[in-house]
């Protein structure tokens, strides 16, 4: 039997209770669930394709991966995907722990992820037997290691840290990969939410033109709508990219019967062909951060990267169990920065994740236990 590590979120629940005794009730900022509307269009397409009484495609209807790819040249500066190298996913997290079986890894092999990072990665690399190691740069590995890398995770915005990797920082690493005859794969959900000097330019992916070349071989792409679109209860993801990988990708999941609901493949079409409402939620995201920043700052946090995504990621200077604690007292739940590794520790991961009203009391609570003399936020 394949025993793996207690889900991490479980040890959260001693300073939940702690966030609930609080007598204006709890602000929950640890995990980065939506909570905002799905929107409109979304939720009629999904409607008007209810009546869906035979089975799916797992390779997904020809619309929804032709409205992917054409969202890849629009939005992510990739031109000349074929649509035959996309597929839809059952969310992107399933896709995060079961490719390093599917593409046929096992004991000996070596899956590298992020120093910082989505515990998921080292769960997919457990699942299929193989070895998950830690690494920005394959370079920085020992020689032994690297000979044995099949698989190279690297996530862009990323969770939790929110730094987002230059055009030329996932080229050097596609180069480093293509010479281990490793097969990179970029996890890039938060493209659309960069901030700073991120904010209105395109953030770079594996696939984009000025990375890639115009070569996908060995490059997957892996994209989620939970994030832009509010649709995490939809399950809505996909993958792209690869030519030689593809078709085996698609035939092990067909037998699997990882399959995308029709009604979920429409919603996603249409979703993909609308930036309005990814913009509009966007600027939500951009109020509560606002709301936010300066309240963390002046409680004694060092918001560090953050540079995109749904999530601040700060340090006070001391271990993370006690920021936590500190949080917790004034009805605020955080996210453990040791549960993305040992690099990790001291850190926790803020989400903007909660609705304009309870950002609003966070931030109060925050101010007031800092002693500003800032009148309540309104």
């Known amino acids: 039997m394949l025993i793996l590590p207690d889900y991490p979120w479980d040890s959260l629940a001693p300073y939940k209770e702690r966030a609930l005794q609080h007598p204006e009730g709890i602000v929950n900022l640890s995990i980065g669930t939506p909570v905002d509307p799905t929107p409109g269009l979304v939720q009629q397409a999904l409607a008007e394709a209810a009546d869906a009484p035979g089975y799916p495609t797992t390779h997904g209807t020809e619309g929804l991966r032709q409205a992917i790819a054409d969202w890849y040249a629009r939005r992510r500066n990739t ?10 996913t059952v969310g992107s997290k399933e896709l995060v722990a079961w490719l390093p079986l599917l593409l046929g890894l096992g004991a000996g092999d070596v899956v590298v992820r992020p120093t910082v990072a989505y515990p998921t990665y080292d769960i997919g ?3 299929a037997g193989a070895e998950a190691v830690t690494a920005d740069d394959l370079d920085t590995l020992d020689p032994a290691v690297r000979s044995r890398v099949k698989l190279v995770w690297v ?33 890039e959900c938060y493209a659309e939410l960069g901030w700073g000097a991120w904010d209105g330019i395109c953030i ?8 890639s070349g115009g070569d996908h071989r060995g490059l997957l792409s892996v994209y989620s709508l ?13 993958v792209a990219g690869a030519p030689e990988l593809m078709p085996h990708l ?4 067909k037998h699997a019967g990882m399959i995308v609901p029709h009604p979920v493949q ?24 606002q709301l936010l920043v300066p309240a963390l700052e002046s409680f004694g946090l060092r918001i ?28 605020i739940l955080a996210g453990p920065g040791t549960f993305y590794g040992e690099a990790g520790n001291g850190y926790v991961r803020i989400a903007l994740t909660a609705s304009d009203e309870r950002v609003r009391a966070a931030a109060n609570r925050l101010n007031a236990a800092a002693g500003s003399r800032s009148a309540p936020l309104d």
């Open 204 to 211: 770079p992916g594996v696939l984009d033109d000025r990375v």
């Open 266 to 289: 429409e919603a996603m079409r249409v979703a993909l062909g609308d930036d309005a409402h990814v913009g509009e939620q966007k600027e939500r995201y951009r109020h509560r951060r």
């Open 304 to 331: 560090e990267h953050s540079e995109a995504g749904l999530y601040l990621w700060g340090t006070a200077g001391q271990d993370t169990w006690t920021t936590i604690g500190r949080l917790a007292d004034l009805g």
């Open 226 to 238: 939970s994030k832009q679109s509010n649709l995490a209860g939809y399950r809505a993801a996909f």
């Open 250 to 253: 698609i035939n092990s999941r």
């Open 125 to 127: 690399a457990q699942l």
């Open 79 to 88: 031109t000349g995907l074929d649509p035959s190298n996309i597929m839809p």
């Open 155 to 187: 996530n862009s915005p990323g969770n939790p840290t929110g730094i987002v990797r230059s055009v030329d920082s996932l080229a050097g690493l596609v180069a480093q990969a293509r010479a281990l005859g490793a097969v990179v794969a970029s996890d």
